[in-house]
């Protein structure tokens, strides 16, 4: 038989297939990873250096992945109690897991485990955390902060100073723990844990707006998951503003950073964003396939897949190779150098990188200065100056010896380093 088709014809053939082509190539940017799994109920989400994923869930303890989720293997050999709420990897890819019967250890990929009972009298643990010297640190809701300084052989109690009941703890960049509770207040101990000092300033500070999760980005940049969003402070954490309002309903859950240093955040019913380098001064929402928005445990891995925990289980993404704004145009040759010499007496020099173009328009710089408690004390810059790169001499001649901060503004773009003046 013959089949005979006019130019017409022809046209919408070719443009038939064409769009059902485009539609089969199209891929969702997350896809489920559940397989082997026998719980959706998911609590907390570990990686280790070999990118073997660890999953603590309620009711169903421990699950263990070595191929980015395509199969999910139960690993519960020791459990006394299967209600698992977080679980945590050290340098040494031992791993630490939080039960409603206490910590229970790991060495050897979770195939067997072994409980930690010294100096524990509790048993309900929400959360731990590893320092960059190897304490450990964890909540217990009904006691407070708990810390071992020998890879979880004892433990004891550190909470001088601390108010509230303590929801989650992080280690910074800088070998300092950092803590949020339930009032909406961020504490930092710089001693490991033997004292702490409230620095909530800019937060709403109310049982609403419980600090949820907390992180430090590689440009020294600290971001806090609260009930009321999301929160940053460019000075060290000495003052906070929000950067995002948690797509609605106010709560960021969880965050993390991938290898190209993309901060993500994930909220309780608008699922996931990204803000691209240099983090926090815009956002992308990355919902795609996720068929749950409530997101309560983000990781990456060496292939910059991100993993999201949900309601509905575990999703992988696909590899984030790259997050622009190009609405907002920002300055990706925006650059704060850190001062030299440091320390110094009574000179250092300063210097920054001013882009191209930012939003299509000369905006203002600021250099500023300030001192530990966040008192402005100079001004350097405030000024339009040409696109590159500049130095600034700061004489400190008048100023007495201690840390200051100073901090670059060019639009909405800020960035703070810390400086030593020594006399």
């Known amino acids: 038989m013959n089949i005979h088709l ?43 250096s070999n990118d073997v994923l660890f999953l603590a869930t309620r009711g169903d303890g421990i699950f263990v992945s070595t191929n980015a989720g395509g199969l999910w293997v139960q690993k519960n050999n020791g459990l006394t109690n299967l209600e698992a709420w977080t679980v945590a990897v050290n340098s040494s890819n031992e791993i630490f897991v939080g ?4 910590i229970f ?24 955390t590893v320092a960059s010297n190897g304490y450990i640190f964890a909540v217990a809701p009904n006691y407070g902060v708990i810390r071992s300084v020998d890879n979880g052989v004892n433990w004891v109690g550190v909470n001088n100073g601390l108010s509230g009941i303590p929801n989650t703890l992080a280690a910074d960049l800088h070998g300092q723990i950092m803590l949020g509770n339930n009032l909406g207040e961020i504490y ?13 300033l800019g937060l709403p500070q109310t049982t609403s707006a419980p600090i949820l999760a907390l992180l430090e980005t590689s440009n020294e940049k600290y ?23 948690g797509g609605g309903n106010g709560w960021v859950h969880s965050m993390t950073t991938d290898y190209q240093d993309n901060l993500i955040i994930g909220t309780g019913q608008s699922g996931v964003f990204v803000s691209g380098f240099p983090n926090g001064t815009w956002f992308k929402d990355m919902n795609e396939g996720l068929t749950h928005l409530g997101v309560y445990s983000l990781v990456a891995n060496s292939s910059n897949n991100i993993f999201a925990v949900t309601g509905e289980g575990i999703f992988k993404s696909e590899p984030l190779t ?40 000369t905006l203002n710089t600021k250099l500023v200065v ?28 008048d100023f007495s010896s201690g840390i200051y901060f100073y901090k670059l503004e060019i639009g909405n773009i800020t960035d703070t380093k810390k400086m030593l003046l020594i006399r």
């Open 6 to 48: 006019n130019l017409k014809q022809c046209l919408f053939v070719i443009l038939i297939v064409l769009f059902t082509t485009n539609i089969l190539a199209q891929t969702d940017f997350w896809v489920p990873v559940n397989n082997g799994m026998t719980s959706f109920n998911p609590n907390d989400l570990a990686i280790n």
């Open 99 to 102: 039960t409603w019967d206490g």
């Open 105 to 128: 250890k790991s060495t050897d990929n979770a195939e067997n485990w072994v409980k930690l009972e010294t100096g524990l009298t509790f048993n309900q643990i929400r959360e731990i």
């Open 188 to 200: 930092f101990s710089n001693n490991y844990g033997d004292g702490w000092t409230k620095s909530s």
């Open 223 to 245: 971001f806090a998951g609260t009930g009321d969003g999301l929160y940053m402070s460019t000075d060290y954490g000495l003052n906070w503003s929000q950067v995002h309002d």
């Open 322 to 361: 790259g997050v622009e704004d190009n609405d907002e145009n920002l300055a990706i040759n925006f650059q704060l150098y850190q001062n030299y010499p440091n320390p110094f007496n009574p000179t250092t020099t300063i210097k920054f990188s001013i882009p191209m173009d930012i939003k299509g328009e």
């Open 370 to 397: 300030y001192d530990v408690l966040g008192k402005k004390v100079t001004v350097l810059v405030n000024q339009k100056l040409q696109s590159g790169t500049h130095e600034i001499q700061f004489a400190a001649g």
